[in-house]
């Protein structure tokens, strides 16, 4: 987890990944879809996060940044209620 970042939702996104291919995590909160990087990290003390699967199928994307297993959720969202959306992480 990025300390600086913010919860860009307070719930995962199912999204079809391809074995193989190279994502860039958004791990700022920023970026406008809140899953891939797309510069906004910049100025932040975040960097995005490379990752590929080894299967090509549908994965539940962490949106609220805080998943012990990013990109993937574990759960972690459910700490946030909906006026969370948009403040920053919870970090220890
Ligand atoms: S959306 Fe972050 S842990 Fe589920």
Do not use: W
Not at 31 to 42: N, T, V
Not at 44 to 55: D, L, M, R, W, Y
């Amino acid at each position: 987890m990025c300390k600086d970042a913010i919860v860009f939702f307070n719930k995962p996104e199912g999204v079809e990944l391809v074995a193989g291919e190279t994502y860039q995590f958004c791990m700022c909160g920023r970026s406008a879809d809140g899953l891939f990087c797309d510069g906004s990290h910049e100025g932040t003390g975040c960097e995005p996060k490379a990752f590929s699967v080894e299967k090509s199928k549908a994965y539940q994307l962490c949106r609220c940044k805080s998943s012990d297993n990013l990109p993937f959720c574990n759960g972690n969202h459910s700490y946030y209620a909906d006026s969370a959306v948009g403040k920053k992480v919870i970090s220890d």
